[in-house]
Every structure is written in C-alpha cells, then in structure tokens.
C-alpha cells in the first residue's frame, strides 16, 4: 500500500510538471507565432529580416516568460513520450524584424525595443499650372469690360531629409525628421486686352534652407497576425522651422495684377500643426493590406504682417484650413529581398481664413496622388527604397520621385 502511495506521488508531480511545460510551451508558441507575423507584415511590405545575433530584445518576444525549460522537467516530458509543442530561439537569435521600411512612407510594423533606425532620403517634385484671372466685370457671358490676367508657373522642388526613429518598446516609437528645401520657380505672365495677347513677364524664383522639422510617436494597439490586423496610433507635430512665407519678400510687377510675386521662395509652411493618425495593416499572404486616415491641424498666427517692396503690409490673423487625409494599399513581397507597394493618397486641403473670413483668394484643394513603391533588401540591416507618384488630380504635383535608404543598427 505504501509503495502505491508513493507511485500515485510521483505521478502527481510528474503530471503537474508537465502542466507546467505545456503552459511554458503554448507561450512560447505565441510568442513564435506574433514573431512570425511581425516578419511576414515586414518582409511583404519592403521590412528587413532580422540578422542572428543583433540584439536580444527581439529573441526574448518570443521566448516563454519563465525562460529556458529546466532539464529535469524536459527529461520528464521525454520520459513519458510527449514532445514539445513549440521552443523558443536560443539566446541572441533574432527572428523578428530590426526595422520598417516605409516604402510610401506610411507606418507599418514599429522599430523593435532597443533599435535605431536612420534613413536618409532625398525627394523631387514636379508641378505645372495655368491660373486664369478676371480683373473687370462682364456684360455679358461672352464680354468682358478689363483684363484677363494669365500666369502659367512651373515648379521644382528638391527636398533631402534625414530621418531617425528609436523604439522605446515593441509597441512604442519616437521618430524625428529634419528636411532641407531647394525650391525652384520660373513663369511667365500674359495679358490679354482687347483680343490681343502681350507677353509683359517672366518671372523665376527660388529658396534653400531647413524646412519644417517634424516629431512623430506612433503606438502599435494590438498583436496582429496572420489574418489578423495590426493598429497602429500616431501623433505628428509639424514645427515652422523653415523659412516664413510672409518673411519673404513679394514684389508687385508692372503689367501684373493680383498679390505679385516672390523671387526670395520659402521653405517652410509657416505654421506650427499637430497631426493624430490610425493606421490599419491586414496581412493576409501573400499581401498586406494597409490604410491610414489623418487630419492635419495647423495652429492660427496673429498679428501676421507680409513683406512687399511696397511696404510691409499687416494682414491680421491668419488660420490655414485643415487637412483631412487618408490612404490605402497593397503590398506584396515577391521574395526575401524584393517587394512592392501599391497606394493611393489623397488630402482635402479646407480654406485658409483671415480675420475670421475666407481669403478671398482660398479654395479648398483636392490633393489626390497614384504611388507605387518598391524596396530592395541590400543587406539584413539595410534597404533601398523607391517610390514614384503621379498626380491624377489638378492640384497634385505631376510628378514625385523619393529615394530612401534606411539603416537599422
């Protein structure tokens, strides 16, 4: 009878040791199973895979909470013919991503704990308009008492940045982004009186400098995963370190009516803004799915006043319109190294306000742009970003070319 007391013991303790391995087991399986997605999400959308041996943090995602199995209780298990569910990666293996690469820069999978990511990047833009202005009254539909004021403006804009982001936890980034300007203008003024047309300016512009540094927190919600999306928060705020619009000079020309022009161009907005955005990505193989929505809050200058080569000129209060915003895409991996994102974006820009009125100037712009992306991995810990945009709305750049080259370390 006592040896059969002491027989149903030992089986007692070896069948709770075995609860307990399967519990260590099924979080290490989880923790496999939030690693894998993470590598998926970043592989198909332009991410790096993880390097063995560079750190740590990622390793231990996926590894059970209460560490490695103790021998004995592994012994057990094989003693009784049961094999484990899952294992977690030995010590420094790294099976998780060590950054994003944002192909169209859009937020994806965070930084991971612990990593630093610096991505310099340098962006060309492309944009031609034909502005059309009446100054008189009209009689009729087809007659007008005045002039018709005609300028026809081509721009070029050249913008080199360097961005850094630090992840703070798996779920938690800090990003900050420091951008210089070379803008370019150049455009010829017409008009037109008296069914004749006289060409009366031709008029360039350009300016260098900072532009508007920006700060950026993103927030990851929730483990995604497979057929399972990820949300992701984030808060922007925009400084107004670049050159003032209204510090810059504008000059009236002879023959031209209307505000004038700026041969000295700024490079920055002028206004300080704040930015909440929330991001979901679906990844569902062999794509992933994503779209943001985001509104862009500019804060209100008072007492502004406008350089002119007449004077300066005191204009009040001034409140840009918001910008709401939103985008969506796919994005595919075709192997380890290469994939390739599809997006669309498109940003309502309201009226700008003077005193409390709309300018008399200010229409609300739609801002729509066809992006496609493509990212090569050089190596574990570096990626080549491209990205083309084609504005398929009249108030869109005609073209955008971006070139980025992130590095995780």
Request: glycine share 12%; net charge neutral.
């Amino acid at each position: 009878m006592q040896a059969l007391k002491q027989q149903v013991d030992e089986q007692t303790r070896q069948l709770d040791s075995l609860r307990k391995l399967v519990s260590e087991q099924e979080a290490a399986l989880k923790g496999l199973q939030r690693a894998v997605a993470t590598e998926v999400l970043a592989t198909q959308r332009g991410g790096q895979a993880g390097a063995a041996g560079s750190g740590p943090q990622t390793a231990q995602a996926a590894q059970a909470p209460q560490g490695a199995q103790p021998a004995a209780d592994a012994k057990q298990a094989e003693g009784q013919g049961i094999a484990p569910v899952g294992q977690a990666p030995a010590e420094g293996e790294n099976i998780g991503p060590l950054s994003v690469a944002r192909v169209l820069e859009l937020p994806g999978v965070l930084t991971q704990r612990g990593m630093f990511v610096v991505e310099p990047s340098i962006a060309y833009s492309y944009s031609s308009s034909l502005r059309v202005s009446l100054v008189g009254y009209s009689i009729l539909p087809a007659l007008l008492i005045g002039l018709i004021d005609v300028r026809e403006v081509r721009r070029n804009t050249w913008t080199a940045a360097l961005r850094g982001s630090y992840g703070v936890t798996n779920r938690f980034e800090i990003e900050g982004r420091v951008p210089y300007i070379y803008r370019s203008d150049s455009g010829v003024g017409r008009e037109f009186l008296e069914g004749s047309a006289q060409d009366v300016a031709v008029f360039n512009g350009s300016g260098s400098g900072i532009g508007d540094v920006e700060f950026t927190a993103r927030y990851q919600f929730n483990d995604g995963g497979t057929n399972k999306p990820f949300y992701v928060g984030s808060l922007r705020f925009k400084s107004r370190t670049g050159t003032d619009p209204f510090e810059v000079m504008t000059r009236s020309v002879p023959g031209l009516h209307g505000e004038g022009i700026q041969t000295d161009l700024p490079t920055g907005s002028g206004f300080n803004g704040i930015q909440p955005g929330f991001t979901v990505l679906y990844p569902t193989d062999p794509v992933v799915l994503f779209g943001t929505v985001n509104y862009l809050y500019s804060f209100a200058r008072n007492d502004v006043t406008m350089r002119t080569d007449q004077g300066d000129r005191y204009i009040g209060k001034v409140a840009p319109g918001g910008i709401f915003g939103f985008n969506f895409g796919i994005g595919l991996g075709l192997n380890d190294k290469l994939s390739l994102s599809f997006a669309y974006d498109q940003a309502s820009i309201a009226k700008t306000k003077i005193n409390g009125v709309a300018a008399p100037d200010s229409v609300t712009l739609q801002v729509g742009t066809l992006l496609i992306g493509g990212s090569y991995r050089l190596t574990p810990t570096q990626n080549l970003n491209v990205t083309v945009g084609v504005g398929v709305t009249r108030d869109a750049p005609d073209v955008t070319l971006s070139l980025r080259y992130p590095m995780s370390f």
